[in-house]
């Protein structure tokens, strides 16, 4: 199964794909942990990529698509994929679809995790206080703002992408960890039933 886990930053996505993956065996493919792969291992897109990063720009669909792909056809992929922080476009989303198309294969599963904006600057704010500070630079609720202001505009349109494909299902991300993923796996295991 092809799943797309969906939601605002902070919604907690990697962490459930990361209980996903343990549970059902299906690797996480977050394109932020990719494209550092692909650096560190000095591989042709990853070169290509590295001078992109050094000037300041973001990589482009196409290069991710290419690293997406690559990584795709590694074995561990066989039985299926969680699509972490990617597709985050509607072109990206057509491009994924266009490259598992080719592979005979489709987005199975798109489920969002329905957060309140308030819920997540609070949650920054508790791990700022946890932490006695941001535990990363760009950990803070002003980030979290910034980038929330960028999903609505750029990402938040996947929805209806993926609802008029009848893919998308929603969570209450809000919830404790355990009872979020008690959710997933409900949602999956009835799709996985039809």
């Given at each position: 199964?092809?799943?797309?886990?969906f939601?605002?930053?902070?919604?907690?996505?990697?962490?459930?794909?990361?209980?996903?993956?343990?549970?059902?065996?299906?690797?996480?493919?977050?394109?932020?942990?990719?494209?550092?792969?692909?650096?560190?291992?000095?591989?042709?897109?990853?070169?290509?990529?590295?001078?992109?990063?050094?000037?300041?720009?973001?990589?482009?669909?196409?290069?991710?698509?290419?690293?997406?792909s690559?990584?795709?056809?590694?074995?561990?992929?066989?039985?299926?994929?969680?699509?972490?922080?990617?597709?985050?476009?509607?072109?990206?989303?057509?491009?994924?679809?266009s490259?598992?198309?080719?592979?005979?294969?489709?987005?199975?599963?798109?489920?969002?995790?329905?957060?309140?904006?308030?819920?997540?600057?609070?949650?920054?704010?508790?791990?700022?206080?946890?932490?006695?500070?941001?535990?990363?630079?760009?950990?803070?609720?002003?980030?979290?703002?910034?980038?929330?202001?960028?999903?609505y505009?750029?990402?938040?349109?996947?929805?209806?992408?993926?609802?008029?494909?009848?893919?998308?299902?929603?969570?209450d991300?809000?919830?404790p960890?355990?009872?979020?993923?008690?959710?997933?796996?409900?949602?999956?295991?009835?799709?996985?039933?039809?």
């Amino acid at each position: 199964m092809n799943l797309v886990l969906f939601g605002p930053p902070g919604s907690g996505k990697g962490t459930q794909a990361k209980i996903l993956q343990e549970g059902q065996g299906w690797p996480q493919l977050s394109t932020g942990d990719m494209l550092r792969a692909a650096i560190a291992a000095g591989t042709e897109l990853g070169k290509k990529c590295k001078a992109i990063i050094d000037a300041g720009q973001l990589v482009s669909d196409e290069i991710v698509i290419g690293i997406i792909s690559e990584r795709y056809d590694q074995p561990d992929c066989a039985k299926g994929a969680i699509f972490d922080g990617f597709p985050r476009t509607i072109p990206q989303a057509e491009a994924l679809d266009s490259m598992l198309k080719a592979r005979d294969k489709q987005i199975d599963l798109v489920i969002e995790l329905k957060v309140d904006d308030s819920v997540l600057i609070s949650r920054v704010e508790a791990r700022i206080a946890q932490s006695g500070g941001a535990a990363r630079a760009d950990d803070t609720p002003e980030t979290l703002k910034a980038r929330l202001e960028v999903y609505y505009k750029n990402t938040a349109p996947l929805l209806e992408y993926y609802k008029k494909q009848g893919k998308l299902v929603t969570v209450d991300g809000m919830a404790p960890i355990a009872e979020v993923t008690k959710a997933i796996a409900a949602v999956i295991e009835k799709a996985g039933s039809k």
